[in-house]
């Protein structure tokens, strides 16, 4: 048995990563988000490798507190890239993502706490190569974001 799978490791071909449409928001990004005039809200990204590559996990941040923590992962059955997280109001989200073109599109579900759902979609365009991205939220069919904003590397 160990010498099958022995085998069938180096007969293998490496195959192309299936999380290579997420793979580049790896890193710490920030943004700061709040209406004018009032106290921004400082937001920090945490995205990063599972030890095994398998997974991208991430934590996100407001003024240093975490809120959102999730991951994303490839679905073989499915043939997709999935992802699920939760935040600190006790709301479950799960959703899909994929490329269209260079755009990253996340279609997703959130689930409230009094059982009730909402189904959003999010586009990530990079706007400045792979250091900066414009992440807007909005609902299905609409045009006008409910949210948007700028995100920057750190270095």
Known sequence: MLFSIATFAQDAKPAENPLAPVAWLVGDWHTTAGPPGEK???IDNHIYWSET??????VTRFNGVPHYSGMYAYDP?????????????GNFS?????????RLVQEL??????GNADPLVSYI?????????HWQVLRPGETKPMLELDYTRKK
Do not use: C, M
């Not at 590559?53 to 991430?58: D, G, R, S, Y």
């Open 109 to 114: 579900t959130i689930a409230h706490p009094n």
């Open 53 to 58: 590559k398998t997974a991208i996990f991430f």
């Open 125 to 133: 365009d990079r706007t400045g190569g792979d250091d900066k991205y």
């Open 77 to 89: 059955e499915a043939k997709h890239v999935s992802f699920w997280y939760v935040d600190t109001d």
């Open 40 to 42: 921004p809200t400082e």
């Open 94 to 102: 799960k959703g899909t993502a994929r490329l269209d073109g260079q």
